[in-house]
């Protein structure tokens, strides 16, 4: 919040343009994070965006009207290993962000971009 950041309490899905934002959504009583995209449109019938994995992960659907519904598992844009993680896991993680291109109501279309893309057209680490 120092920074200028709107701070969200964690775990608490925050809406913005139709889509539900949150560090991880959760499947029943257990709270247990959903873990692909695809089950997250599945279960929730909704378009949202997490992270909490460090996969790129997007499912698109369409609810009973027709309407567009995408989720996105986009978990880190750093450009440095994770002790906590299993080198396997560094290795094979996806580093970007994702652009929204045309949010109305849910609907929009993403644009992966991955961090070696902005490193190499912006510089720096």
Same mark, same amino acid.
């Given at each position: ?7 969200? $309490?964690?775990? %608490? ?5 139709? !889509? ?9 009583? *257990? ?5 692909? +995209?695809? +089950? !997250? ?15 790129? #992960?997007?499912?698109?659907?369409? #609810?009973?009207?027709? *309407? ?5 598992? +986009? ?5 440095? #290993?994770? +002790?906590?993680?299993? $080198? %396997? ?15 109305? #109501? ?12 902005? *490193? ?6």
């Amino acid at each position: 919040e120092s920074y200028g950041w709107t701070v969200h $309490p964690f775990l %608490q899905p925050y809406l913005l343009g139709g !889509i539900v934002f949150s560090h991880y959504v959760v499947s029943g009583v *257990k709270g247990l994070a959903i873990t692909s +995209a695809r +089950a !997250i449109l599945t279960k929730l019938h909704h378009s949202v965006v997490v992270g909490h994995q460090q996969t790129l #992960d997007i499912a698109m659907a369409y #609810d009973v009207t027709g *309407k567009p519904l995408t989720a996105i598992i +986009a978990g880190c844009c750093y450009p440095h #290993d994770e +002790a906590y993680l299993t $080198p %396997q896991i560094n290795i094979g993680s996806w580093r970007g962000v994702v652009m929204l291109y045309g949010v109305s #109501d849910g609907v929009f279309t993403p644009n992966p971009v991955p961090l070696s893309y902005l *490193k190499s057209r912006f510089g720096g680490r």
